[in-house]
């Protein structure tokens, strides 16, 4: 099933751009700049929306104007507004659990403490959408981790997050035609 809607989970506002948790917004933005995307103000949906053509496929990019916990709400909007099905999205979205520099696409499954995932598929009702989790280490300890997500990548870790974005990037036609299967044999190595 072809992807219809990639939604860049993040948190709104220039204090928060440079931070770990943005990691989805960062591939959801350079994907748009790639292939001359560009994002409008879509307020009632809570988001910004840009249309992206890939090898004759069209895919709404999204990010969301709500704060990372509430990804949920723009979500629901944009994907019952243009009746698209769960397992016609991909979330891409910040990973504790890889190191920084990994990216891993993978379908379904649960939250794993990630409070956007954790409103997403609450609001929608469904766990049955595909993410694509971007790296970006862990601090060690389970009370680091706000602070951790909240703050800016070292310059290497950076490099390194930069570089798997621009791994996903390249499989992107494959996984908006469909192909995942093909897009996780070539991004999970």
């Known amino acids: 099933m072809a992807i219809k809607l990639i939604i860049g989970l993040r948190n709104p506002g220039s204090a928060y751009e440079h931070t770990r948790h943005n990691a989805g917004e960062w591939f959801t933005a350079f994907l748009a700049q790639r292939h001359n995307a560009s994002f409008k103000l879509e307020k009632k949906m809570q988001a910004e929306l840009a249309d992206l053509e890939l090898n004759n496929h069209s895919c709404k990019l999204v990010l969301p104007l709500t704060f990372m916990n509430h990804s949920g709400q723009p979500t629901r909007l944009i994907s019952q507004f243009y009746r698209i099905q769960p397992e ?3 979330v891409v979205h910040d990973e504790l659990d890889l190191p920084a520099g990994t990216i891993k696409l993978k379908t379904g499954g649960g939250h794993g403490g990630h409070n956007g995932l954790r ?16 790296g970006i280490g862990h601090p060690g300890h389970k009370d680091l981790v706000h602070q951790y997500v909240l703050n800016k990548p070292s310059v290497q870790d950076r490099q ?5 974005i621009d791994r996903g990037i390249a499989v992107m036609p ?15 190595v």
């Open 119 to 134: 409103d997403i598929i609450s609001l929608l009702g469904s766990p049955g959408f595909h993410r694509l989790r971007i």
């Open 88 to 90: 016609e999205i991909l």
């Open 174 to 188: 494959l996984t908006i035609s469909g192909d995942l299967a093909r897009a996780m044999n070539q991004l999970n």
């Open 160 to 164: 390194h997050i930069f570089d798997a």
